[in-house]
């Protein structure tokens, strides 16, 4: 497994949960210059965008989740991390995280990891 997601669980509404996403060693050379995202899919939904880290420190975020979610790195510990704020029901989605290398075309997800956000 070369990104491993965790920190999913289950919230009230209004609530934090702080996401995980652990870079293997394997892809270590190119953790770096990953764009890195987080994205989160629902049953009978596609998979939608929910933020992303460039390589030069921009964010992008979707519009539903700007001003309460946010996307870092950690480097020295290979890991991607998604704060989200300010929860709500609508909210609730399996997330999963990414890693895109531009270069090569590459591409890494990890296994997903379930948040549950209650009213």
């Known amino acids: 497994v070369q990104l491993q997601a965790s920190g999913g669980g289950l919230v009230q509404a209004g609530g934090s949960l702080r996401l995980s996403c652990k870079a293997s060693?394997?892809?270590?050379?190119t953790f770096w210059s990953l764009r890195k995202a987080w994205y989160r899919q629902v049953p009978g939904k596609e998979r939608e965008m929910v933020a992303t880290l460039n390589s030069d420190g921009s964010t992008d975020y979707a519009d539903s989740v700007k001003g309460r979610f946010t996307i870092s790195r950690d480097n020295t510990k290979r890991t991607i991390l998604l704060q989200m704020n300010s929860l709500k029901p609508e909210d609730t989605a399996v997330y999963y995280c990414?890693?895109?290398?531009?270069?090569?075309?590459?591409?890494?997800w990890g296994q997903g990891t379930e948040v549950t956000v209650s009213s």
């Open positions: 990414n890693g895109f290398l531009p270069s090569s075309s590459q591409e890494f």
């Open positions: 060693r394997a892809i270590l050379s």
